[in-house]
């Protein structure tokens, strides 16, 4: 079903504002999760998994230096470092689906279109800041332009780059189920990789209660 660029490798659950993991850089990473409506049309379900999702991988990535980006879990050689920078990339690559146009970090990189070890490769060398600024940009991307095109065409409209083996393009719908994919994979990774790291266990991030 996907066809990508020329080269391009194919805690118990709770309601709430804003939790903030604090991370080694300026800007933490927001495990906001906001409950959908109690009568969620398709769309907003839709969008309140992936945000689930991404609050879910926040939450289990952040707050690290640098040796705990690094550690891996052997026999794996995933780390959440790379982890971040893959997601990144991910999200850059369906956003093309969104806008039509040229992608922004890290996929505008050559390499990145042609190596499938580039991102768990380069990573290690990225510093904490670095992966969190670049995969918080890639999902501030994604996010406003899926936000755009749902408004101009909803989930019905055909992807703007993605077709396949005969030409057809999947519709919004599918491609945003695909984009949560990558996380609801990703997650139980992150899960495994940060209970070694620190011992942090959990299903969803705590958040701050309303007050009455």
């Given amino acids: 079903m996907r066809r990508l660029p020329s080269g391009l490798y194919s805690g118990r659950r709770t309601s709430g504002t804003a939790f903030i993991v604090l991370c080694m850089t300026e800007k933490p990473l927001d495990t906001t999760i906001n409950e959908p409506s109690m009568t969620a049309d398709e769309a907003e379900m839709l ?104 408004a101009d065409g909803g989930l019905d409209q055909p992807a703007k780059f993605t077709t396949s083996g005969n ?14 994919d990558e996380y609801a994979r990703h997650v139980g990774h992150a899960d495994l990789l940060r209970e070694a790291i620190d011992g942090l266990v959990g299903e969803d991030p705590p958040q701050r209660m309303h007050l009455a």
């Fill in 47 to 150: 969008l309140f998994a992936l945000e689930r999702s991404r609050a879910h991988f926040a939450w289990k990535s952040g707050g690290l230096d640098a040796a705990g980006l690094n550690q891996l879990l052997p026999p794996s050689k995933l780390t959440l470092g790379g982890l971040l920078k893959h997601l990144a990339l991910v999200e850059e690559r369906y956003t093309i689906d969104f806008t039509g146009e040229a992608p922004g970090a890290p996929l505008d990189n050559p390499e990145a279109q042609t190596d499938p070890d580039w991102v768990w490769r380069t990573a290690r060398d990225d510093t904490p800041e670095e992966l969190y600024a670049l995969w918080r940009g890639a999902v501030a991307h994604s996010r406003s332009a899926l936000a755009k095109a749902l």
């Fill in 167 to 180: 030409g057809a393009s999947p519709n919004l719908r599918r491609i945003v189920v695909d984009l949560h």
